[in-house]
């Protein structure tokens, strides 16, 4: 047995709540959508984030730089042109309608002002080249910034965060050296400043912490404005240059063979069978976000906010362990080892209406969203949900990685504790046994406890005991939900020396969280 005990005269701290900053999402066009909006409603109002980002306000689908000659190639047609922010305006206009605040990433580049034609390989109309004109982008930066003041006003503009680009460090995204970004957030930060200097801007956006003290370095160097750090990291992934070269070459031929041998299936099979989860090929170290930013923050040193933009468990798109409480799990650790060293991050991502490479209809399909494309919570969901119902302050506890680890945050009239068993591979192992001591002066009035395991807060589970419809209808939809709802459930007080008794038993990446009314 597993055995935690907490003294009442222990050491507090602000629980920091970073994960309400900002949550993840696909790409911009997919923001003027009706059921993005619903669920992005669901996600500020349920969840209290208030922030999204998104990618690709820039690409042609987006239709930022139109021209004549796009629709009606005559001779001449070429010269005129203009600039269209309208398709933008709808995005952000559904996200303020929300209640929420855009996180404005600059990316990715138009056509019209494309050094080359080489396209963002996530199903995107964006140029993941340099601008060709310096100048021409500039204007194109300030016209776009421009709009935004006249649309929404100085005041809230320069409440939102401008961040340069997307993952530079990945060809994926940027087909560019490190100095290719340096010199594209220089001109692209200094031409937004030349319009309002209280804008915030900043970089690099890199995967896994790179580039960030040689651009630190850089902008100071250069005197260039730089408002915050941004980053990005997913442990369950070998991102980065490596896992585009030898990695991903061996991932394809190893995918094609694993078709051949499957033979058919649905287009969601075929993905899966080529894009296989590696955190659960092999048992990966635990505790990676709490490695990662630290780092980050020594590397920084405070001279800048720091914000996670992009995190997750795992950045394979379907895997099916995305929607498990595994994700739900890593979150709970994650958040809790981060809080000392970031000033916001932005879960990826809040819904699996997403199409980085096509628009799956499966309503659990290994998505990264918290949400299914049609609305359903998953237990990642439900464990944001109970996070968010924490108290003001948190325990200050020994940073542990251990099999069972525990959060205790508290308000002036409860206490709530977070125990969990978290591991980066979903395996099956005998349940373990523990007990928390928790050290309570004038007792307990009340204790619920919150599960989220295989029987509870599981709506794949509940989805696949109705027969795993592809498409549920507007009825089974409401009974999934209802079925892995969250349920606190009474707990019998049980004192010993001043000290509540709480038990129970958990299996891997199993959450329970007990809160308790003083």
């Given amino acids: 047995m597993v055995q935690f005990i907490i003294k009442d005269d222990g050491e507090r701290k602000k629980n920091h709540k970073h994960w309400q900053y900002c949550v993840g999402s696909g790409q911009a066009k997919l923001a003027v959508r009706s059921d993005y909006a619903e669920q992005l409603k669901v996600i500020h109002d349920e969840l209290g984030i208030e922030r999204v980002r998104f990618h690709g306000i820039f690409d042609d689908s987006m239709q930022t730089y139109m021209g004549l000659n796009d629709f009606m190639p ?23 309608a929300a209640g929420m605040k855009p996180w404005v990433e600059l990316s990715f580049m138009p056509s019209r002002l494309a050094k080359g034609q080489k396209k963002v390989t996530v199903n995107a109309e964006g140029r993941c080249t340099m601008p060709k004109d310096d100048r021409e982008w500039k204007k194109f930066i300030q016209a776009f910034v421009q709009f935004l003041l006249h649309r929404y006003g100085k005041e809230e503009v ?23 970004y340096f010199h594209l957030y220089e001109i692209t930060a200094t031409a937004i400043k030349d319009i309002d200097a209280n804008i915030m801007v900043g970089g690099p956006a890199t995967a896994t912490g790179g580039w960030i003290t040689e651009f630190i370095q850089f902008v100071e160097k250069n005197r260039i404005p730089c408002d915050f750090i941004s980053t990005h990291n997913y442990p369950g992934d070998g991102i980065g240059d490596v896992f585009l070269g030898k990695i991903m070459f061996d991932a394809i031929v190893g995918g094609m063979k694993r078709l051949r041998k499957k033979g058919h ?65 890593f979150q709970v650790k994650s958040i809790n080892e981060m809080a000392d060293y970031v ?86 192992e005998p349940a373990l046994e523990y007990e928390i001591n ?76 007990f809160f308790i009314d003083i």
Avoid at 158 to 180: A, I, Q
Avoid at 352 to 381: A, H, R, Y
Avoid at 397 to 413: A, K, Q
Wanted: aromatic fraction near 10%; glycine fraction near 6%.
């Fill in 438 to 513: 928790i050290e309570l002066p004038h007792g307990a009035k009340n204790v619920l406890c919150y599960k989220i395991d295989e029987e509870n807060g599981n709506p794949m589970k509940v989805w696949k005991e109705m027969g795993a419809p592809v498409t549920p209808n507007e009825g089974e939809i409401e009974e999934i939900k209802n079925k892995s709802s969250l349920v606190g459930r009474s707990v019998d007080k049980d004192y010993k020396d001043g000290f509540l008794v709480l038990r129970g038993k958990l299996n891997v990446n199993d959450v329970h969280a």
């Fill in 74 to 96: 005559l001779p001449g047609s070429k010269k005129f042109k203009n600039y269209n922010c309208h398709n933008i305006a709808i995005a952000y206009d559904n996200v303020i």
């Fill in 158 to 180: 320069e409440s939102w965060n401008f961040e340069v680009w997307n993952e530079p460090n990945m060809s994926t995204f940027f087909n560019g050296s490190r100095e290719d």
């Fill in 343 to 428: 000033t916001g991050s932005s879960i990826w991502a809040f819904s699996d209406i997403f199409d980085e490479f096509m628009m799956i209809p499966d309503e659990f399909s290994g998505g990264f969203g918290l949400l299914t494309i049609s609305g359903i919570p998953k237990p990642q969901f439900h464990v944001l949900k109970l996070l968010g119902m924490t108290g003001e302050r948190q325990y200050v506890l020994p940073y542990t990685n251990d099999e069972i680890e525990i959060s205790v945050y508290e308000s002036d009239i409860q206490k709530q504790v977070f125990i969990y068993r978290q591991r980066m591979k979903n395996v099956v």
């Fill in 265 to 329: 299936g649905r287009t969601l099979d075929g993905c899966q069978t080529v894009m296989e989860d590696k955190s659960e090929q092999t048992e990966m170290p635990k505790g990676q976000m709490y490695s990662v930013a630290k780092q980050v923050y020594e590397k920084v040193a405070e001279k800048y906010p720091i914000y996670f933009t992009e995190w997750n468990c795992n950045a394979i798109l379907m895997s099916p362990s995305n929607d498990t409480r595994k994700v739900a799990c």
